[in-house]
């Protein structure tokens, strides 16, 4: 990643393959006087090195006098764009061989051809955003579903980096009063209140752990609520899965055991990504595979927030689902996860079995998967278990690294306090205080590394 180069740089930005239209980008010091090369308006009077920032322009891209195309042309003036420098925007047709003509054109007229998140590294790097903001212009992009497009939204817009400066900004104040004792030390005195600067690090400790906790739900917004079909072989799982996907996703067969590994799909509800996962049967196996298999089960049934045990009506009993049930929630605990109970195949029976009525306790639903009947209560379940998982507004993170830093910090604010309380010289204590700023300035950027940066921007697609 070229951190330093101010070269005029090119890109598709649009995705690869043929569409009625496709947009190559352009953005550097040169863009405009490259553009006049290359671009002929339908009115001669106004060349793109006189054209305003903000306006369209309608005209043709030549090469050496052959015209490649007709095009618009925007015209976005630094330092008032997406990047901060001079940009142009063309559209043109979608032919896969008009947009490469276009770029090799430009290329041969002195651009460079961009690397991945180069347009948004520059951004960045011109003040425009910052790094929390550059890394939810991604998320963006990669949004698929309502939840995840407004947790992508909010961060884009600075609502996470107003959070975290305010944050920093708390810690700074004091901090540089901390410093200012550290360069009078040999005159004893104390410029910082050691109780008030007690009280602020207790109210950051609450604020990053509240940050932290709602990692939980911002992943689950960002990635799909997991949510796993559990239960013995045979008794309808991968059937569940097909209905509720409403396509033949997995394969359904009566010999027990067909599924060996999880199958996983996702689909949008109301605004929310559920990603659904088919396990391997829960039995004792003997084959190498299908072991290999259930024990992926268990792993899934881990991540999940949701369980959806499947079984037989035909081939269990009340008291057996009940141990079954106590199992479960031993094993995961009464709170952790969402467990519903789905009971399958009654297009096999007369009447539910009346032991089921001691089930009442827990939240039952009584299907025929290969009918595709009363799928529609499953749903109805899904939506009323994630209403706690409705994005209200709040301040979410929903991206690994930030969870790392925030953790980092956390553990030198719990250094800070323990040292404050052990009555700890200032310079020790002083030294926490710089690594806990150290980490929440990596979060929006104000602490960077070549490493850093290349691992961010990296992940982008070419053209933004």
Same mark, same amino acid.
């Given at each position: 990643?070229?951190?330093?180069?101010?070269?005029?740089?090119?890109?598709?930005?649009?995705?690869?393959?043929?569409?009625?239209?496709?947009?190559?980008?352009?953005?550097?010091?040169?863009?405009?006087?490259?553009?006049?090369?290359?671009?002929?308006?339908?009115?001669?009077?106004?060349?793109?090195?006189?054209?305003?920032?903000?306006?369209?322009?309608?005209?043709?891209?030549?090469?050496?006098?052959?015209?490649?195309?007709?095009?618009?042309?925007?015209?976005?003036?630094?330092?008032?764009?997406?990047?901060?420098?001079?940009?142009?925007?063309?559209?043109?047709?979608?032919?896969?061989?008009?947009?490469?003509?276009?770029?090799?054109?430009?290329?041969?007229?002195?651009?460079?051809?961009?690397?991945?998140?180069?347009?948004?590294?520059?951004?960045?790097?011109?003040?425009?955003?910052?790094?929390?903001?550059?890394?939810?212009?991604?998320?963006?992009?990669?949004?698929?579903?309502?939840?995840?497009?407004?947790?992508?939204?909010?961060?884009?817009?600075?609502?996470?980096?107003?959070?975290?400066?305010?944050?920093?900004?708390?810690?700074?104040?004091?901090?540089?009063?901390?410093?200012?004792?550290?360069?009078?030390?040999?005159?004893?005195?104390?410029?910082?209140?050691?109780?008030?600067?007690?009280?602020?690090?207790?109210?950051?400790?609450?604020?990053?752990?509240?940050?932290?906790?709602?990692?939980?739900?911002?992943?689950?917004?960002?990635?799909?609520?997991?949510?796993?079909?559990?239960?013995?072989?045979?008794?309808?799982?991968?059937?569940?899965?097909?209905?509720?996907?409403?396509?033949?996703?997995?394969?359904?067969?009566?010999?027990?055991?067909?599924?060996?590994?999880?199958?996983? *799909?996702?689909?949008?509800?109301?605004?929310?990504?559920?990603?659904?996962?088919?396990?391997?049967?829960?039995?004792?196996?003997?084959?190498?595979?299908?072991?290999?298999?259930?024990?992926?089960?268990?792993?899934?049934?881990?991540?999940?927030?949701?369980?959806?045990?499947?079984?037989?009506?035909?081939?269990?009993?009340?008291?057996?689902?009940?141990?079954?049930?106590?199992?479960?929630?031993?094993?995961?605990?009464?709170?952790?996860?969402?467990?519903?109970?789905?009971?399958?195949?009654?297009?096999?029976?007369?009447?539910?079995?009346? *032991?089921?009525?001691?089930?009442?306790?827990?939240?039952?639903?009584?299907?025929?998967?290969?009918?595709?009947?009363?799928?529609?209560?499953?749903?109805?379940?899904?939506?009323?278990?994630?209403?706690?998982?409705?994005?209200?507004?709040?301040?979410?993170?929903?991206?690994?690294?930030?969870?790392?830093?925030?953790?980092?910090?956390?553990?030198?604010?719990?250094?800070?306090?323990?040292?404050?309380?052990?009555?700890?010289?200032?310079?020790?204590?002083?030294?926490?205080?710089?690594?806990?700023?150290?980490?929440?300035?990596?979060?929006?950027?104000?602490?960077?590394?070549?490493?850093?940066?290349?691992?961010?921007?990296?992940?982008?697609?070419?053209?933004?």
């Amino acid at each position: 990643m070229k951190l330093n180069d101010h070269s005029t740089i090119a890109a598709i930005s649009t995705p690869a393959g043929r569409g009625a239209i496709a947009m190559i980008r352009i953005s550097g010091d040169k863009s405009l006087a490259i553009g006049n090369k290359v671009f002929y308006p339908k009115n001669k009077n106004k060349p793109l090195s006189k054209a305003g920032g903000f306006t369209a322009h309608f005209g043709e891209f030549h090469d050496s006098g052959e015209i490649i195309d007709e095009v618009i042309c925007t015209v976005f003036r630094g330092p008032h764009s997406y990047t901060g420098e001079d940009m142009i925007e063309i559209t043109c047709h979608g032919s896969l061989y008009i947009q490469q003509r276009i770029l090799e054109v430009l290329i041969n007229r002195g651009c460079r051809l961009a690397e991945p998140g180069e347009f948004t590294l520059r951004a960045f790097l011109s003040g425009r955003i910052d790094l929390s903001q550059a890394e939810a212009v991604a998320d963006l992009i990669a949004s698929t579903s309502l939840a995840a497009h407004r947790i992508a939204l909010q961060q884009m817009r600075g609502g996470f980096s107003g959070k975290i400066e305010l944050l920093r900004q708390q810690m700074v104040d004091f901090a540089s009063l901390i410093e200012l004792e550290l360069d009078f030390s040999e005159e004893d005195v104390e410029f910082a209140d050691r109780s008030q600067f007690l009280i602020l690090v207790k109210e950051l400790k609450n604020e990053i752990s509240s940050l932290i906790d709602s990692f939980r739900l911002g992943n689950v917004l960002k990635h799909g609520i997991p949510v796993a079909i559990v239960g013995k072989p045979n008794v309808g799982k991968s059937t569940l899965l097909n209905a509720l996907l409403n396509e033949e996703r997995a394969i359904v067969s009566e010999i027990p055991g067909t599924t060996r590994d999880s199958i996983e *799909d996702v689909i949008t509800l109301q605004g929310v990504a559920f990603r659904f996962i088919d396990t391997a049967g829960l039995r004792h196996a003997t084959d190498q595979i299908e072991k290999i298999g259930i024990g992926r089960t268990q792993e899934k049934m881990e991540q999940a927030a949701i369980i959806l045990y499947v079984f037989d009506l035909c081939e269990i009993t009340a008291s057996e689902l009940t141990q079954t049930i106590a199992s479960l929630r031993e094993q995961f605990g009464e709170e952790a996860k969402r467990i519903i109970l789905i009971g399958n195949k009654t297009d096999q029976l007369v009447e539910i079995p009346h *032991d089921f009525n001691s089930l009442v306790e827990y939240e039952t639903i009584f299907i025929s998967a290969k009918r595709k009947e009363n799928i529609n209560l499953i749903i109805d379940s899904l939506l009323r278990a994630v209403q706690g998982y409705e994005f209200s507004g709040d301040t979410l993170v929903s991206n690994a690294r930030h969870l790392e830093a925030l953790q980092a910090a956390l553990a030198h604010m719990n250094a800070i306090e323990e040292g404050m309380y052990s009555h700890l010289p200032t310079d020790l204590i002083s030294v926490d205080i710089r690594l806990a700023l150290h980490h929440i300035g990596t979060i929006t950027g104000q602490v960077t590394s070549d490493e850093l940066l290349g691992n961010v921007f990296g992940k982008f697609c070419i053209g933004k």
